[in-house]
């Protein structure tokens, strides 16, 4: 007959060999938010062992992340469980993963513990996310730029008309055609933007660091002192395929959206890299330039955030929700991606250029 004592270690290892053969991940906080175990799953997923993690923060693994301290303590005072289901965890640039995460209070020695469990979110299924938002957009940008089609005809007629007409009229009568023309303009101007870019892009060889300066040139000129442009360029990228005046208006649009986000306190950082296997519009791309725009204003407002892309959406009370539209535009213009990432104090948009014009599944 087995003793209670047996039962009892047999129980326990069990339990640890359980937790060891767990896809899961899972970690256990003490009441003070520090770690005191993280299973086999969670050393591969984080790349860090037991030894490494024993007694640091929570914060060590959850920095910038929805999972605050704040919350954790929360959950421990009320035992009431939480669950985000995209939470961005980033150590390094290559090292990133978006996971689900739970976190609920259990016991352990009679003393309330934070137990966390993470499962890493499919990366197919992240592929597949980002050719349906891509899908999303290409529909809402045909359906706009039909409607913008449509009202561009009768307005060439509105100014044609009003051209004739002032012709008839006396001074004082000609400030109202004059108000006619001028409004016109106006939309012809808007219509423009959201037909979008119509020329086909004229690729040729170029460095992504001239296309880069020459925005911070126009920027410099208009609206931003330099200096709060930090540059961070990798001087080994080869040179790009690209139409250069395109590529510029791309990045110009992005720049000029941090610049309304910052204040005097904030910086813009310009960075390029060389990435390897990434993939667009769900086919694997070896190699690409990466160039990231990267400022650490307030954020993308989160109600605009899974839609950013889309023309006419916009956070700001006078602007038209163009700007990002036209990029996406021109950056797939050049088979490449766009992407952004933003939280509080970090926005970062991410251009992928194929250093190599062959793709392969
Ligand atoms: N770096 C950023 N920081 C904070 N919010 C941003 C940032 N970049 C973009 N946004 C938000 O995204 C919205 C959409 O940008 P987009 O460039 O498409 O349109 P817009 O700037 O409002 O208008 P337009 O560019 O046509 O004048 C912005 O209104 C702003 O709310
Ligand atoms: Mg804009």
Avoid at 79 to 106: C, Y
Avoid at 273 to 295: C, E, F, P
Wanted: glycine fraction near 4%; aromatic fraction near 4%.
């Amino acid at each position: 007959m087995a003793t209670r004592q047996d039962i009892l270690a047999l129980k326990k290892s069990y339990q640890e060999a359980l937790a060891n053969q767990l896809v899961t991940a899972v970690i256990i906080l003490n009441s003070n938010l520090d770690i005191v175990y993280v299973n086999p799953a969670a050393e591969a997923l984080l790349i860090k062992s037991l030894a490494k993690l024993y007694g640091r923060p929570a914060s060590t693994i959850f920095a910038n992340t929805t999972i605050t301290d704040s919350r954790l303590t929360q959950l421990l005072d009320s035992g009431q469980e939480l669950t985000d289901s995209e939470v961005v965890i980033e150590f390094t640039e290559s090292h990133r993963f978006t996971a689900e995460i739970t976190a609920s209070s259990v016991e352990f020695n009679q003393v309330a513990h934070v137990l966390l469990e993470l499962k890493q979110i499919d990366q197919q299924k992240q592929i597949s996310l980002e050719v349906f938002q891509q899908q999303q957009w290409l529909a809402a940008r045909d359906l706009i730029k039909g409607l913008a089609h449509e009202i561009k005809n009768p307005l060439g007629g509105l100014r044609g008309a009003a051209q004739l007409l002032n012709k008839e009229l006396n001074e004082t009568q000609q400030e109202y055609t004059a108000m006619i023309i001028e409004q016109a303009d106006r939309l012809t101007n808007l219509v423009d933007r959201l037909l979008g870019p119509n020329q086909l892009p004229q690729i040729q060889q170029h460095n992504v660091h001239s296309v880069l300066e020459k925005v911070c040139q126009v920027v410099s000129f208009s609206q931003l002192h330099e200096s709060k442009i930090i540059r961070d360029y990798d001087p080994s990228i080869p040179l790009i395929e690209c139409d250069q005046e395109k590529l510029q208006q791309a990045v110009l649009n992005i720049v000029n959206n941090a610049i309304q986000a910052i204040n005097d306190e904030h910086t813009i950082t310009l960075k390029t890299r060389i990435a390897n296997n990434k993939t667009i519009n769900g086919k694997r791309v070896k190699l690409t330039a990466q160039i990231s725009i990267i400022d650490n204003g307030p954020g993308i407002p989160p109600h605009i955030q899974d839609t950013l892309f889309y023309p006419m959406v916009s956070g700001n009370s006078n602007g038209t929700g163009l700007g990002l539209s036209i990029s996406q535009t021109l950056i797939n213009q050049h088979q490449g991606k766009l992407s952004c990432h933003s939280r509080p104090g970090h926005t970062e948009f991410i251009i992928l250029l194929p250093l190599q014009q062959k793709t392969e599944h």
